[in-house]
Antibody
Framework: QLQLQESGPGLVKPSETLSLTCTVS??????????WGWIRQPPGKGLEWVGT???????YYNPSLKSRVTISVDTSKNQFSLKLISVTAADTAVYYC?????????????????WGQGALVTVSS | DIVMTQSPDSLAVSLGERATINCKSS????????????LAWYQQKPGQPPKLLIY???TRESGVPDRFSGSGSGTDFTLTISSLQAEDVAVYYC?????????FGQGTKLEIK
């Protein structure tokens, strides 16, 4: 059974860098069949796609965050990671990692079928 | 960006009755070359991650009860729960994957009347 687990600091100071890791078990992140992605949800609000990565390192980012976000993959550890720089209170959210279906012809990310439980990250001094 | 707008924002339905949630996209999410609508639906219960219910607008994910169905095409879509059960209380989101950035509707909160 596929499982995803987010880990990282729950509190980050303004202007610093948010770093989270997603550990995947039950499937190889090197599988060519899926992308892997991050979605966030501010408390009491809706869902926002952050970005997506393929095992090869190819990425798609939300343009609203692109200047601040980096997603990377470590196939040896079966993990992928999120870094968001220069955070503000507006980046306070539950951050979910998820498995992503993609188009076999277009290689664009599609929908999310497995999700982690989420990690609450609060930006505060 | 494709803007997804759901209606209503909240909905109260009696147990056993039909629940209908609408989702409208700011541009068509129907890809003409394969006649597929690039739209998914998710269910999110309190304190839990979203759960995929429907993709390609009407294909039910494995294990999802058949009381959940998706319909629509182009810009207008509907999620229907044919007979509401207590465990269906949740927030429901639509999501388009026709283009990036991937975008979600604002959510519809479904409660028991």
């Amino acid at each position: 059974q596929l499982q995803l687990q987010e880990s990282g600091p729950g509190l980050v100071k303004p202007s610093e860098t948010l770093s989270l890791t997603c550990t995947v078990s039950g499937d190889s992140i090197s599988s060519s069949s899926y992308y892997w992605g991050w979605i966030r949800q501010p408390p009491g609000k809706g869902l926002e796609w952050v970005g997506t990565i393929y095992y090869s390192g190819s990425t798609y980012y939300n343009p609203s965050l692109k200047s601040r976000v980096t997603i990377s993959v470590d196939t040896s550890k079966n993990q992928f990671s999120l870094k968001l720089i220069s955070v503000t209170a507006a980046d306070t959210a539950v951050y979910y990692c998820a498995r992503v279906h993609y188009g076999s012809g277009s290689y664009r990310p599609y929908y999310f079928d497995y999700w982690g439980q989420g990690a609450l990250v609060t930006v505060s001094s | 960006d494709i803007v997804m707008t759901q209606s209503p924002d909240s909905l109260a339905v009696s147990l056993g009755e039909r629940a209908t949630i609408n989702c409208k996209s700011s541009q068509s999410v129907l890809y003409n070359s394969n006649n597929k609508n690039y739209l998914a639906w998710y269910q999110q219960k309190p304190g839990q991650p979203p759960k995929l219910l429907i993709y390609w607008a009407s294909t039910r994910e494995s294990g999802v009860p058949d009381r959940f169905s998706g319909s629509g095409s182009g810009t207008d879509f509907t999620l229907t729960i044919s007979s509401l059960q207590a465990e269906d209380v949740a927030v429901y989101y639509c999501q388009q994957y026709y283009g990036t950035p991937l975008t979600f509707g604002q959510g519809t909160k479904l409660e028991i009347k």
